[in-house]
């Protein structure tokens, strides 16, 4: 049996000891940014792999500099953090989601981003599926735009901005639909309300560039990478407009949490014959494999914990 530890404060804890205080600024103004990691459990490897930790831990380094949480680790000292609390909290036969924050700890009234103390702490769970990735989704555009850059910078996954993400989200299931396709305030394609988003057309792999208020999103960049080596399809990285969700032969959309998850629908328009692609299932398998340390050629994107 696990027996989940958490990071506070520089300290390992039991689980539910973890507790701040409720006048904390990251739970009074969302000032913390975060990251999702997952491991996957190798049964015949008897060994959890965590996928791209390093990767993850340097983009929130990035997002802490966006976001002026400063924090006295490095990347591979967080990393090494994660996997000390992995091993305490003997995560094995389990797949395993992973929740780093940094956040402003300083305890008090007053919207700003300097002068708090800023903090880091981890929690881990068992886990299995974000989204069912089996059959096909069923989205809809969303009513809500998509935070900017200049607004919010997705870059940096701020906590406070997945209020965002929250209402796209819950429009999208409230009528009926699996998820939401977030549209810029330019009425271009951004990405989904915690994944990105890709389309094939013409046999090519599209997706929406870097500067369309996206979250540069480690599976997307890994899908991109597989694509391109296993299945020697380059990927675009381009302007996305809403005229071709309705029209593009193939669509999913990725994430750490979501993993690849085709899409047969959009506003109930079916994309290409309405199945799931062939695309997007091959990059589907093979990312599977990869995550779970089960193709060696990507080993290096899996960290053992044990
Ligand atoms: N966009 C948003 C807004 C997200 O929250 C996520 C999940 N972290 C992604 C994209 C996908 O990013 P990644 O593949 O790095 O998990």
């Known amino acids: 049996m696990s027996k989940p530890v958490a990071y506070l404060e520089g300290k ?40 791209r930790l390093l990767e993850h831990f340097q ?6 500099k966006i976001t002026r949480i400063f924090l006295n680790q490095s990347a591979e000292e967080l990393s090494e953090i994660t996997l000390e609390l992995l091993r305490k909290s003997d995560f094995r036969g389990n797949d395993v989601y992973i929740r780093p924050v ?21 929690f881990a769970t068992a886990y299995g599926k974000y989204i069912d ?11 809500w ?61 599209i997706t929406p560039s870097v ?22 399809i380059e990927c675009v990285e381009r302007v996305v407009d809403r005229s071709e969700l309705y029209i593009c032969e193939e669509a999913f959309i990725c994430g750490t949490g979501a993993e690849l998850a085709p899409i047969v629908s ?13 695309i997007a299932k091959k990059l589907q398998s093979l990312y599977y494999d990869v995550v779970r340390g089960k193709d060696k050629k990507y080993m290096k994107w899996c960290t053992p914990v044990f």
């Not at 996957?40 to 996928?51: A, G, T």
């Not at 983009?59 to 802490?64: E, F, H, L």
């Not at 959009?266 to 062939?278: E, I, S």
Request: with cysteine.
């Open 12 to 51: 390992f804890v039991p689980l539910e000891d973890a507790k701040i205080s409720i006048m904390t600024h990251a739970f009074l103004y969302g000032t913390a940014c975060f990251e999702g990691i997952r491991a996957y459990w190798n049964e015949d490897d008897k060994q959890l792999y965590v996928f």
């Open 59 to 64: 983009r929130m380094k990035n997002s802490t």
């Open 102 to 122: 940094a956040y402003k700890s300083g305890l008090g009234i007053g919207v700003k981003l300097t002068g708090i103390e800023n903090n880091f702490c981890c």
């Open 133 to 143: 990735t089996s059959k096909g989704l069923n989205v809809a555009v969303s009513s």
């Open 145 to 205: 735009a998509h935070v900017e850059d200049n607004c919010i910078p997705m870059r940096a996954k701020v906590n406070g901005a997945y209020i965002n993400a929250a209402y796209a989200k819950s429009e999208a299931v409230d009528n009926g639909y699996d998820e939401a396709i977030f549209m810029n305030r330019d009425g271009h394609v951004s990405e989904g309300s915690a994944e990105n988003f890709f389309m094939v057309r013409g046999g090519k792999l």
């Open 211 to 232: 500067s369309s208020h996206i979250l540069e999103g480690i599976t997307r960049a890994t899908l991109m990478q597989l694509a391109k080596d296993e299945m020697g």
């Open 266 to 278: 959009v506003d109930r328009v079916p994309v290409g014959d309405g199945k799931v692609g062939p």
